[in-house]
């Protein structure tokens, strides 16, 4: 199998393609330049730090070299992604009139319209950290940025260093009074950075910045408040072990080897910068740019007729499931569906879980609203969601003062599903209605990920979704689900059961093929399982976004699997699986849940059926005929690990974003007609 470290670093550099294809609008280039560089950070603070630990621990004889491994091949990413900004995005930016100026290009003209706002916008936020014996070095934050400044005293002779935080509060980023050329703050204050230093004399500075260990080590067996738990492991977090020192290449070997020895960190884990430190902030200068030519053309989401009328949205899904496809069609629907469940009469209970959501979150609110209007409202509030602990506690607590019950699910497994539960008091008795889908409940990300949601009032399927809440608050043991396939209960075994099925049935000389579309392919049993299939004459078609450990194109192994990846203007999230299940209907599923270890083992997932036969003719006609057929956006993965373009033209060939994009349009243009005839 290949490697998931250097599959995942396989994946960056297929997203680093975007920034250098110049069939990609400009700006969107800079961007996908920039989530490159957060991809990275987290590889970091996540698996380079867990292999860092194994090495410590020599749990592994060959943890060393494979680090060492890693590190190489990341360090050649960084030199492409370097060379992408440097040979390939500033010329292309200089000749749209927009010019990034290091602080050696910037004229006296701009020098001198730098100075007064230097001193009056950035020096008074300016506190600098001298390292002496009386002043040891201090505690970096995790990502933060930090100039390093060598200083001489003139009377003595004598050498002495400094660190400068650069305040996070202010933009990265600064704008020229002739609003075409920028600069970085942290060039702007290195540019005027003897001011913090009077009497002494600047001998250089350097930008740099520290990334640290970031994973969450919580007992929860031991823990008695987990939310006050987990808040105090976020705050020792910065002071986690270092993992990298990304530094200005320019640096002399001998300030970085006192820097590494400071933070206790050796020089295989340096990285000499030859440009911006920090490309994450390069995102912010597409908004400063206001160029919408640049960037990909304005696109709306699609209301679906049946949702169009909030208040009638409950009438609609008891007439018939509905399914959305986002970001081509609206996540408001999603949203009116609690909105809606907060105001209704007669609505009794509100169940939802909640894993990561914007920061102005109308699900939220619609929650907070629907207790304060006496509705039993529970919230599964994930408080171990990477990265966004902190806004999940404070999502946490804000619901429990508006009283609603929060609980935080299983000790020892998160909860990754994405379900809400609505029960209505109607004239025939109680009835569920249920949102399942694929992505968080986060309008904004719902804008640029791909996914899928289901509403239904499916009698089985909510009475599977009502016992999965009862597992969840209830923390029932061996759980019974009819439909939902659940992990950690069953979702594994089940998958493997529907793969094994396929591969009995091509021996049989049935019709076998499997579909499946996931981020993340690592599960070895199911990689096993996919390659018996294979050998069988099962026709395998993968679509994998992310990391890849299978290998397809072996030999008597995986000659009948193809894996590609889709990578363009939005970022696929969607989990859809299909088996061909000969001799009676195909099996059609969707859910939260990758192929990973994790996701079968250590969280809560669930992955549902599609059993209504409009929703599947959809899925079959629309959403699977066009990831098969549309190939400009998609990289086929080689045996030797190589990812290969599927179309001769690239991304000039049309691709399946297009293609959904070019239905929504025509969906919207549809429904524009109907309006002006009425």
Known sequence: MFNRELSWLSFDRRVLELAEDDSVPLLERVRFLSIVSSNLDEFFEIRVAGIMQQEESASHPATKEFLASVLQRTRDLVHAQQLCWKQKLLPALAAHGIEVLAREQLS???????????DRDILPALTPLAIDPSHPFPVLTNKGLYLLALLRDPASGELRRAVVPVPRILPRILGLSDR????????????????????????????????????????????????????????NLRKGAPVRLEIEADVPEGEMQWLLHSIHLTSDNAFRIPGPVNMLRLGSLIDMVARPELLYPNFVSVIPPECSEPTKLYERIAEHDIILHHPYESFSPVVDFIRQAAKDETVVAIK??????????????????????????????????????LNNIEWARQLEEAGAHVVYG?????????????????????????????????????????????????????ADVGLLFNVLTGNLAGPKFKHLLIAPFDLARRIVELIKAETANAKAGKPATIFAKVNSLVDPEVINALYEASQAGVRIELVVRGICCLKPGIAGKSVNIRVRSFLGRFLEHSRLFRFENAEAQPILLMGSADWMPRNFQRRIECVFPLRSAHVRRRIEEEIL????????????????????????MGRLAPGAQDTFLQLAAKAAQARLSEQTEK
């Open 108 to 118: 006296d003209s701009a020098r001198t319209e730098l100075s007064p706002r230097f």
């Open 180 to 235: 075409k050329s920028f600069t970085f703050l942290s060039q702007v204050i290195q540019l005027f950075i003897h001011r913090l230093f009077p009497g002494l004399e600047l001998q250089g500075s350097w930008a740099f910045r520290i990334t640290r260990n970031s994973d969450l080590y919580v007992d929860e067996e031991e823990a008695v408040n987990l939310l006050e738990a987990i808040e105090d492991e976020i705050r």
């Open 352 to 389: 939802l879980t909640l894993y990561r959501t914007s920061g102005d979150s109308p699900v939220v609110e619609a929650l907070k609203e629907a207790a304060r209007n006496g509705k039993q409202v529970t919230a599964l509030v994930e408080l171990r969601a990477r990265f966004d602990e």
């Open 410 to 462: 299983l000790a020892g497994l998160k909860t990754h599903c994405k379900a809400c539960l609505v029960v209505r008091q109607e004239k025939d008795g109680l009835r569920r209605y249920a949102h399942l889908g694929t992505g968080n409940y986060n309008p904004k990300t719902a804008r640029i990920y791909t996914d899928f949601s289901l509403l239904t009032c499916d009698e089985e399927i909510t």
């Open 625 to 648: 005929a066009v990831y098969r057929d549309r190939q400009g956006d998609a990289k086929a993965l080689a045996s030797d690990g190589e990812y290969v373009n599927c179309e001769p």
